[in-house]
């Protein structure tokens, strides 16, 4: 059983840290903001909600699993709104362009 | 090499090169976003060195408040034509400033490298004396039971700072209120951060103040956290910087630093010595002053950021 | 176990890192804010993952303050880039 678990926080956390790889590689080559942007989104929600789920089964208590989940919902909220901040503020000036 | 010894090494090349990077930077805003970065980065160093209370302090003010008042400084100061128009300056004088900056590091350095192994440590110690304050997490132990009149100048600091970015007012603003520090009209996004992350925050704060006894966590970190809330609302106008002559602002600016002083006071007719806590109620004692600290806190660092009154306090 | 949660951990700093690349580029101010929201994230997972790799206690709430803290500077930014009135947004009246 333990074994799974593991199994199953390594395939969790791998695919978490391959989202922050691809977010960057979107980061530093997507060619305008915008599109920068929309790798950036995908890199902090499904990045960091993958490697929360990893570390789930390795919580020590209910309060420090409910703890991680909090931390990706903080992330999760201040992310999207930042995202639509960020968008709104690039939209003009990609027009005027 | 271990894998953590890797992981440490990358750290600290990262964070010397957005150090570097911040300094060379040409653009006021490009430096400041290297300074943030600068402080994200650090609080992770802290951690590595085991000290959570640091690097709390620093996530707390490096992001929630250094930030938002470098960013609004910038804005400010181009809007104000402040930086474009300022002389570079002279080739000597940067020489001068940056053979300063390198004699003060090496001397930092040299301090750290020369001490004696082991290292003189306090910690043990501090650690004794803990059964005797009833309080579980030693740094605040030390903040407000060993060196508590420090830690209360330090809150007279703040104080004075406010005091010093106020008397930048003119003089008809006397007594009214800062600038806003958000746009004429907030956006849908900035209304559901308010009522979904502002909520979370406070709770968070009074989270961190209420382990600090035990756990990392403490006064300046809830304050810091209350403080960012409170920003974060008015940037999104949801509420304006209060007038500087409002009772109740002054009365919370000061009621920390106050509290703190009265209790150390009372400490010299009731427990034999000034900032001496009665034996059995040193922690009731120590979260009542802390709870007014957290208060004064959250009070003073958003009023930094806000800066002088610029309106007079008829309007 | 540990080894290769640290390794992730160690992994996903390195990226991010990497990711500042776009402060040094930019090339415009957002670009550069989006490197500082990305390393944001990464590091408060790699964070998370060193907690629980290593014992240091309170590593999950410094993790908690820099999770609610990450877009501080973002926004501040967002805000003062518009309120100097450069690019007014539609029906902004200043």
């Known amino acids: 059983m333990s074994l799974a678990l593991d199994l199953f926080s390594l395939v969790a956390i791998g695919a978490g840290a391959f989202f922050f790889f691809a977010g960057t590689v979107g980061l530093l080559r997507f060619p305008d903001s915008l599109t920068r942007l929309h790798a950036l989104t995908k890199a902090d929600n499904l990045g960091l909600g993958l490697i929360v789920l990893g570390l789930l089964p390795r919580a020590g208590s209910l309060l420090d699993a409910l703890r991680l989940i909090a931390i990706w919902v903080l992330v999760q909220l201040s992310g999207a709104a930042t995202a639509q901040l960020i968008g709104r503020a690039l939209s003009p000036r990609r027009a005027a362009e | ?315 | 176990m540990n080894d290769a949660l640290l390794v992730a951990a160690g992994f996903i700093l390195l990226t991010v890192g990497a990711g500042l690349v776009r402060v040094l580029r930019g090339p415009g101010d957002f670009d550069r804010m989006m490197a500082v929201q990305l390393l944001g994230a990464g590091g408060v997972a790699s964070l998370l993952l060193i907690a629980s790799a290593t014992t240091v206690a309170g590593v999950e709430d410094v993790a908690l303050g820099l999770a609610l803290l990450a877009a501080f500077a973002s926004i501040a930014f967002v805000n003062s880039a518009e309120a100097d009135g450069a690019e007014p947004l539609e029906g902004e009246d200043g």
Request: contains cysteine; proline residues 7%; hydrophobic residues 60%.
């Open chain 2, 1 to 315: 090499m271990s894998i953590l010894q890797v992981l440490d090494l990358g750290l600290a090349i990262l964070v010397l090169a957005i150090a570097g990077w911040t300094i060379a930077a040409r653009e006021l805003f490009a430096s400041v976003v290297g300074y943030v970065a600068y402080g994200l980065l650090l609080s992770i160093v802290w951690i590595r060195l085991h000290a959570p209370d640091v690097a709390l302090t620093e996530a707390a003010i490096g992001s929630g408040v250094t930030g938002v008042l470098l960013v609004t400084t910038g804005a400010r100061l181009r809007g104000a034509g402040g930086v474009e128009t300022a002389a570079p300056p002279r080739l000597s004088q940067r020489l001068m400033a940056g053979a300063l900056a390198v004699l003060v590091a090496a001397a930092l350095a040299a301090v750290v490298l020369l001490l004696p192994e082991p290292a003189p440590t306090l910690a043990p110690e501090a650690r004794e004396g803990l059964a005797a304050t009833g309080l579980g997490n030693p740094v605040t132990a030390v903040l407000i039971a060993y060196r508590s009149f420090d830690t209360m100048l330090e809150k007279v600091v703040l104080v004075l700072a406010v005091v010093g970015v106020w008397s930048l007012a003119p003089d008809r603003c006397w007594a009214g209120a800062p600038a806003p520090l958000g746009r004429a009209r907030p956006e849908g996004a900035l209304l559901f951060l308010d009522q979904a992350l502002v909520p979370l925050g406070i709770l968070v704060g009074v989270h961190l103040f209420w382990v600090g006894a035990d756990e990392p966590g403490g006064a300046f970190q809830a304050g810091a956290i209350l403080a960012a809330m409170w920003m974060i609302v008015m940037i999104s106008r949801l509420t304006e910087p209060p007038r500087v002559g409002a009772r109740w602002l002054r009365l919370a600016l000061i009621a920390g630093p106050a509290v703190f002083l009265a209790t150390g006071l009372a400490g010299g007719g009731m427990a034999g010595g000034f900032f001496a806590y009665p034996a059995g109620f040193a922690k009731p004692i120590i979260l009542f002053i802390e709870a007014f600290l957290v208060l004064s806190i959250a009070v003073t660092l958003p009023m930094l950021v806000a800066g002088p009154p610029r309106r007079s306090p008829q309007s």
